[in-house]
Nanobody
Framework: VQLQASGGGLVQTGGSLRLSCVAS????????IGWFRQAPGKEREGVSC???????YYADSVKGRFTISSDNARNTVYLQMNSLKPEDTAVYYC?????????????????WGKGTQVTVSS
């Protein structure tokens, strides 16, 4: 089981990025998959999640700006990030759990990909 996150980069305030989380070794439609981020000196926080039934969840800080989606044919989950702010700067990780809902996703025992750096300049 592997998760590969990509799509990070350097953008200006107000810009957009799309992160991708490509899964291998399992079928994403059976899993809850989420995005997390960790900024320097801060704890990791949940950003968004999509359940196996495609119910979506967002942290209050990103509601209305970020959109999570899945492409079962590509076995990939995306995070479209618009209207980016400097406080969105962090390393972004995707995680997966073989479970129908997003509840509890983010535990060390879940599958984690390596992070991708997102930097938003002011």
């Amino acid at each position: 089981v592997q998760l590969q996150a990509s799509g990070g980069g350097l953008v200006q305030t107000g810009g957009s990025l799309r992160l991708s989380c490509v899964a291998s070794g399992f079928t994403i439609e059976d899993y809850a998959i989420g995005w997390f981020r960790q900024a320097p000196g801060k704890e990791r926080e949940g950003v968004s999640c999509i359940s196996s039934g495609e119910t979506t969840y967002y942290a209050d800080s990103v509601k209305g700006r970020f959109t999570i989606s899945s492409d079962n044919a590509r076995n990939t989950v995306y995070l479209q990030m618009n209207s980016l702010k400097p406080e969105d700067t962090a390393v972004y990780y995707c995680a997966a759990r073989f479970w129908p809902t997003c509840q509890g996703l983010g535990a060390p025992s879940d599958y984690w990909g390596k992070g991708t750096q997102v930097t938003v300049s002011s």
